[in-house]
């Protein structure tokens, strides 16, 4: 897969076991071996990538699986430079994972602000099969969701609810911000420009 | 065990006298290797001394010990110290709470234990058991290597009825391997080293020193969440694969123009700035490895690239692009490694190392590239064929009454052995022909003369040792061969593996 193939970086950060593999693993190939394989972390970060469709215009979401292990952490700017859209997956039934989120919307905010902040709640078949595992509040994620302006989903890679909806709703926010920004940045050229360099510097 | 020992007081002769094999012709041999050529037992084990600062008393003993009786030798490593504190140590354990793993029989009865604690006694990692449950025992074991160390010294090693323990401190680390098989001392500290490196291969040593520079009491297991099945896994793997104990890496037999192919492949479509190391590699062994012309690899770094890829089943479901630091090439620093599967039953595993953190989609299309030349003159084919087959029986070497052996080329750093047939095939004997390799790697390497032939007659086999300035071999016979028809043979068998040299050893060194 070529680099310049991809239209739409997008990662995924979390803790680790917040279920961030089996997403990718369930919209890229649409499965879930989660009942049958013994959990397996991610070494590094993995890269897989998507074709869609979105009113008719084809796009490839180039998605990178991040480890969520803590010894990668300083290292993870690599993996998330230059990210279009991140996904922050945490798990219904973990309130630490919750917390861990609020890193990562940090370390997007100081490092990568053009990044779309998407928040993904996991494993909701089992909440849903048990009210009781629930861990997170709904209310509080929703807050916090608000508060950085991001979405929030939640999903389930078991049962396929919510992920399809949640990687079209990237493409579709991309595909309107590249339109909208193509058109602001002929308007504002003359008298942005400047304010403009140093931002672009950041990311390259 | 020690049936071995009895019988080797009557059955064993050293000799520095050589075979009449020519050793310009060490099969294997190659001008242009490609790994370093592997620092003999003696130089890796001078080497962990060296790492451990303090006294190193014992050393001269086992270095002088002219009657160098094998195991025995190690006893008399045994310090005064060591013995007081041992008897205090199984003083303490059955007092402990019954509920603690220590003293379910099934964690008493694992042959061998490794376990990583820090300096401030926290406990990071257990073989068997939860590290969690052995706060108490490692908290002994801490406190045993201090003790010592308050006075001057170094506790390396300690024996307890048929246990042997031996500790390594390095970088804020204390490892200490226990054993109750044929693991020799300098075996397990060897070990302890790979334990060690494994270690600094997914944090860096100065990561590691900074940490705990930075916090005594710290936690390490944060650091290494993730990492434990990569432990788990060499140390199995040190039990079954002799490679680890020879410092040599074992390559799939293929055909030498496939071999070329398949390191064209690489040369020709992964020629970018900054890759340094392109790889292939498949259960264990390797196919092809092609580096920048300045730098070589160590097989022990090779060996924990391997450990790396058979333990992580994620690589199979993805390009995966991870940070990987080899002790050996830089301890202080990572390379950045595009991993990748070739084949769709995910046996053939392509690695490309380099330190460019940015060229993952550059790698990633040398890939593609390299799988499709590859595809194109079959060479995953043949691949896959020789996996498929054993590599080669006992038989085919045409030799009356050998069983087994391990041939290592010492400036290449590979060996070969055969596959392992009747009597050698459920996992006991299996074991215990490791064991008669390790016993007689020991004694070879160990005794106060530099032995260059060991013959030893044991109870169900014969072992003969060879080292010479070329290669090491190790060989097992029937029982009743004499040393002179065993060095017959070995002489017969060292003709045979060089006239099959070309497949099983990689004699060219390929360069970018
Ligand atoms: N029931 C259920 N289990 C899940 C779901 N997602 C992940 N898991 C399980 O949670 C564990 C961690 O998932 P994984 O995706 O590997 O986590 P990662 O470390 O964030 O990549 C695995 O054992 C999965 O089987 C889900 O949607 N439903
Ligand atoms: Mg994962």
New interface residues.
């Given amino acids: ?4 193939k991809v239209d739409i970086k997008v990662v995924l950060l979390g803790k ?1 076991y917040a279920g961030k ?1 089996c997403l990718v ?1 369930r919209y890229l190939h649409e499965r879930f071996n989660g009942e049958t ?1 013994p959990y ?9 990538a998507k074709k869609v469709d979105v009113n008719g215009k084809k796009i490839v979401l180039g998605i990178w ?1 991040t ?1 969520g ?4 952490e300083s ?1 993870s700017r ?2 998330y430079r230059n990210a279009k859209a991140a996904i922050l997956c945490f798990d219904l039934t973990d309130k630490s994972s919750f917390d861990r989120i609020r890193f990562w919307i940090g370390e997007l905010q100081t490092h990568e602000e053009a990044c779309k902040i998407y928040i993904c709640a996991t494993k909701k078949d089992i909440i849903d099969a048990d009210p009781n595992t629930r861990d997170v509040n709904e209310k509080e994620a929703q807050a916090l969701a608000k508060d950085v302006m991001a979405e929030l989903y939640e999903t389930s890679s078991k049962t396929g609810e919510n992920i399809n909806e949640l990687f079209m709703a990237i493409a579709q926010y991309y595909l309107e911000t590249v339109k909208t920004t193509e058109v602001k940045e002929d308007m504002i050229y003359l008298n942005e420009v400047k304010k403009r360099l140093p931002c672009s510097c950041k990311s390259t | 065990m020690s049936d071995l020992k009895e019988a080797e007081h009557q059955n064993t002769s050293e000799s520095s006298d050589q075979g009449e094999f020519l050793e310009e012709n060490a099969p294997g041999e190659s001008e242009n290797p490609m790994l370093i050529a592997s620092d003999s037992y003696e130089n890796l084990n001078y080497e962990i001394l060296d790492g451990t600062s303090t006294a190193q008393r014992q050393t001269p003993n086992t270095e002088s010990n002219e009657t160098s009786t094998g195991e025995e030798s190690n006893n008399e490593e045994q310090t005064e110290t060591a013995n007081d504190v041992a008897k205090k140590k199984q003083e303490i354990v059955p007092v402990e709470e019954d509920h603690d793993d220590v003293n379910s029989e099934h964690w008493r009865s694992q042959s061998k234990h490794i376990f990583i604690l820090s300096e401030a006694g926290k406990p990071i990692y257990s073989r068997h058991g939860s590290e969690d449950k052995l706060v108490t025992i490692m908290g002994v074991m801490q406190a045993l290597v201090s003790f010592v160390g308050d006075a001057k010294d170094s506790l390396r090693c300690m024996i307890a009825g048929d246990h042997k323990f031996v500790f390594l401190v390095r970088d804020h680390l204390l490892l200490v391997g226990v054993s109750s098989g044929m693991d020799s001392t300098h075996q397990i500290l060897l070990q302890l080293t790979y334990v060690y490196n494994q270690v600094i291969s997914v944090l860096t040593q100065s990561t590691l020193c900074k940490i705990f520079k930075q916090r005594r009491n710290y936690d390490l297991r944060r650091m290494l969440s993730g990492a434990e099945k990569f432990f788990d896994n060499l140390i199995n793997l040190m039990d079954s694969e002799p490679g680890l104990l020879l410092g040599a890496v074992r390559c799939l037999p293929l055909d030498g123009s496939v071999r070329e192919i398949i390191a064209q492949s690489i040369v020709q479509h992964a020629k970018i700035k900054d890759l340094v190391f392109g790889l292939i590699i498949t259960n264990n062994q390797l196919i092809a490895l092609v580096r920048i012309k300045k730098y070589y690899l160590h097989p022990m770094d090779l060996h924990l690239i391997m450990n790396l890829v058979n333990a992580s089943e994620s690589f199979k479901t993805a390009e995966s692009w991870t940070p990987l630091c080899l002790p050996k090439f830089d301890s202080s620093g990572f390379l950045q490694a595009h991993i990748s599967y070739l084949d769709d039953s995910c046996n053939t595993c392509l690695l490309l190392l380099t330190v460019d953190r940015e060229s993952f989609f550059t790698l990633s299309d040398c890939k593609s590239k390299i799988k499709e030349r590859l595809l194109k003159y079959n060479a995953l084919r043949a691949i896959s064929d020789s996996l498929q087959k054993t590599a080669y029986g006992i038989q085919q070497c045409g030799i009356n009454d050998l069983r087994h052996f391990l041939y290592k080329s010492k400036s290449t750093a590979q060996y070969t052995s055969p596959e392992l047939e009747a009597p050698y095939v459920t996992q006991k004997e299996k074991d215990r022909l490791f064991g008669l390799y390790k016993y007689l790697h020991h004694r070879i390497h160990t005794s106060g003369r530099p032995l260059k032939i060991l013959f030893h007659v044991g109870p169900y086999e014969t072992l003969l040792g060879w080292v010479t300035q070329g290669f090491e071999l190790y060989a097992v016979f029937g029982p009743l061969v004499t040393k002179t028809s065993a060095i017959h043979a070995v002489n017969k068998l060292l003709r045979w593996i060089k006239r099959e040299e070309d497949r099983l050893f990689i004699l060219n060194s390929v360069t970018f």
Avoid at chain 1, 1 to 4: Q, T
Avoid at chain 1, 69 to 72: A, L, V
């Fill in positions: 897969m070529s680099g310049n680790s593999t693993e394989v397996q972390n991610t070494i590094g970060a993995a890269f897989g699986d480890a292990s803590e010894r990668y290292m690599i993996y």
